[in-house]
């Protein structure tokens, strides 16, 4: 339930990213809601990820889905 629910809103902010050359894919939601994401394209190595990791996506995910507590990089 979890996992579909911060799915939906990875792909409402998908093209945002997208319109940045970058890409976002969803690669694991553990029980205690920590929600792991890759980073693709430009953003893979950019300095700004970190930002837009922590103020962008995860502020979003908070907002929309209750349970989610921190999201995180994967490692590629």
Do not use: H, N, W, Y
């Amino acid at each position: 339930m979890l996992k579909e629910d911060v799915q939906k809103v990875i792909e409402e902010i998908r093209p945002q990213i997208q319109m940045d050359g970058g890409d976002i894919e969803l690669i694991e939601v553990s029980d205690q809601g920590t929600v792991k994401v890759r980073l693709r394209g430009a953003c893979a190595g950019c300095p700004g990820a970190a930002m837009t990791l922590k103020f962008g996506v995860e502020r979003i995910l908070k907002q929309k889905v209750p349970g989610v507590k921190e999201v995180v990089l994967a490692p590629e």
